[in-house]
């Protein structure tokens, strides 16, 4: 029982932490890391969001970013190896992938440049 109760609060902070932008399904506790996780990332206006929050990941985790934007930009995972995703005005841009390597990684928008998140990967 305390193991769901942990679970459970895990998930309902993560979403009350983002305000539903960032979701994260995994469980710490079991080391599974077969739920994405996922990062709504919405540009408009000359702002971004998330702006600097931090999101914490597991090691080879899938990380899905969903990217909605009024201007063209390019988002880049500052991880090795680096990825980068190009966006396009209007266009909504789905990009999965994963962090093999533990540590602290800043996703950036060019932009803007400004951080759009920390990927805090364990």
């Not at 902070?13 to 739920?35: E, K, M, Q, R, Y």
């Not at 995703?85 to 990684?105: I, N």
């Given at each position: 029982?305390?193991?769901?109760?942990?679970?459970?609060?895990?998930?309902?902070?993560?979403?009350?932490?983002?305000?539903?932008?960032?979701?994260?399904?995994?469980?710490?506790?079991?080391?599974?890391?077969?739920?994405?996780?996922?990062?709504?990332?919405?540009?408009k206006d000359g702002r971004?969001s998330p702006s600097g929050?931090?999101?914490?990941?597991?090691?080879?985790?899938?990380?899905?970013?969903?990217?909605?934007?009024?201007?063209?930009?390019e988002i880049h995972v500052?991880?090795?190896?680096?990825?980068?995703?190009?966006?396009?005005?209007?266009?909504?841009?789905?990009?999965?992938?994963?962090?093999?390597?533990?540590?602290?990684?800043?996703?950036?928008?060019?932009?803007?440049?400004?951080?759009?998140?920390?990927?805090?990967?364990?």
């Open positions: 029982m305390a193991f769901r109760r942990t679970t459970t609060a895990i998930i309902a902070s993560g979403v009350a932490f983002t305000g539903g932008l960032v979701g994260c399904g995994s469980s710490s506790d079991t080391g599974d890391v077969t739920t994405p996780l996922k990062v709504v990332i919405t540009e971004i929050d931090v999101v914490r990941a597991e090691t080879g985790q899938d990380i899905t970013f969903v990217i909605n934007s009024d201007a063209d930009d500052h991880t090795e190896p680096d990825h980068e995703f190009r966006v396009h005005a209007a266009k909504r841009l789905v990009e999965s992938f994963s962090v093999d390597t533990p540590g602290t990684y800043e996703v950036e928008s060019h932009r803007l440049d400004v951080v759009v998140v920390k990927l805090e990967v364990s």
